[in-house]
């Protein structure tokens, strides 16, 4: 049975909180809302706990988890040999949407990290999240609360309609705020290495460290790699059901070639009896209006904070429409874009269309 309880998002009433609470300490899961998606919660010290979230999520055991925290001394007693730019970054972007990843102290144990050397740890800005954490007394490891491979939950019923009658209790917080998963930085090489785009930009991270952030081709969502070490390296992610198709391009000051080719798509795909979804922008879906097929926009272009949040909700939505395929528009990379088009280039899993 799993029970599901509302509280008010900014101002958490302890009472209700106090519920999850004792779930925690008894070893169950709680999904709890954060500021990027909703998260899987158990105990990061009890093993049993933590195996169930593998287990409920059907989540590969070499996949590792991040463990939220809620002050700073946490973060010492769960890492060690931090180097000086660990503080330097979270200083200022803690509490946030940023995971550090650094060397694990022995407190940590290998069910949470796939028995990694490193842990990746991050302080959730989310009032009922860090609240849960520090009435629980315990650091709360927590993947996203959706099933493996679907997109990450950002509104209840997305968490719902994955974990309804798996797990212990659901914090109903109302719609998460990023819409996406943390910026993760592995902050154990030299330079730091961005291991997944988020809603801090690697330009950020720059700025404040003052040094060039290395960025891998899969943090970009252009490359498998052979170690699950961030979501959707290894395993396709954040995938509707439907297939999908992402048309890029070069330059995005001129959108005319991208809603051709989009066009195109849709024409051929029609013919051959598919049902067809478009995922477009504000700047473009006028352009699509003689199309009988289903259109759902992310948002304008000009605010990339928007096209994020929305992202993983219309991929929900295709599915639940029965779409078998979708045609979606690329973003440019720069800033939140480079987080957008790696959800995308995932979802897509590789099938794109790059037009010069
Ligand atoms: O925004 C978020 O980060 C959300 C909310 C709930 O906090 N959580 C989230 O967790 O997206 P998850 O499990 O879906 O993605 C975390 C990823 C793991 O898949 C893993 O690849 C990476 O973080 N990770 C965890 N520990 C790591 C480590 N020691 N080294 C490298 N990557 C690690
Ligand atoms: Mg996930």
Redesign the pocket.
């Known amino acids: 049975m799993t029970k599901v309880i509302k509280v008010n998002p900014l101002y958490p009433e302890l009472d209700t909180l106090k519920v999850a609470v004792n779930v925690i300490a008894q070893g169950g899961l709680v999904a709890?809302p954060?500021?990027?998606?909703?998260?899987?919660?158990a105990d990061c010290f009890n093993k049993k706990a933590v195996l169930k979230i593998f287990k409920v999520k059907g989540?590969p055991p070499d996949?590792?988890?991040?463990?939220?925290i809620c002050n700073i001394k946490q973060f010492e007693d769960l890492s060690k040999d931090v180097p000086e730019e660990a503080f330097t970054i979270i200083k200022k972007l803690w509490p946030g949407?940023l995971?550090v990843?650094v060397k694990?102290s022995s407190l940590v144990i290998d069910e949470?990290?796939?028995s990694?050397?490193?842990?990746?740890i991050?302080m959730?800005a989310h009032p009922v999240?860090l609240k849960l954490i520090e009435l629980s007394k315990t650091p709360i490891a927590?993947?996203?609360?959706?099933l493996a491979g679907r997109p990450?939950p950002t509104t209840i019923n997305h968490v719902i309609s994955d974990l309804m009658g798996l797990i212990d209790l659901i914090i109903d917080g109302g719609d998460t705020l990023?819409g996406?998963?943390?910026?993760?930085i592995?902050l154990?090489t030299k330079p730091p290495t961005l291991?997944?785009p988020?809603?801090i930009t690697v330009e950020d991270i720059e700025r404040i460290l003052g040094i060039k952030v290395k960025i891998p081709k899969y943090a970009k969502g252009l490359h498998e790699a052979s170690v699950?070490?961030?979501?959707?390296?290894k395993y396709r992610h954040y995938a509707p059901k439907a297939r999908m198709i992402l048309i890029e391009l070069n330059n995005y000051e001129n959108l005319n070639p991208l809603i051709n080719k989009v066009r195109e798509e849709v024409l051929q795909n029609l013919d051959k009896g598919v049902k067809v979804g478009i995922l477009c922008s504000n700047e473009t879906i006028k352009f699509y209006k003689d199309l009988n097929v289903i259109k759902i926009s992310l948002g304008s272009r000009k605010n990339k904070y928007e096209i994020a949040r929305n992202l993983f909700k219309a991929l929900r939505k295709f599915d639940e429409l029965n779409v078998d395929l979708i045609i979606a528009e690329g973003y440019e990379e720069k800033g939140l874009g480079l987080t957008i088009m790696n959800r995308l280039r995932k979802a897509a899993g590789f099938n794109i269309v790059k037009l010069s």
Not at 35 to 41: H, N, R
Not at 63 to 68: D, F, G, Q, Y
Not at 228 to 233: D, R, V, Y
């Open positions: 709890f954060t500021e990027t998606v909703y998260g899987l919660g989540r996949n590792p988890l991040i463990i939220h949407p995971t990843v694990k949470v990290t796939a990694l050397p490193t842990v990746a991050r959730p999240a927590a993947p996203s609360a959706n990450s990023f996406v998963e943390s910026t993760i592995d154990t291991l997944r988020g809603p699950a070490l961030a979501p959707g390296m």
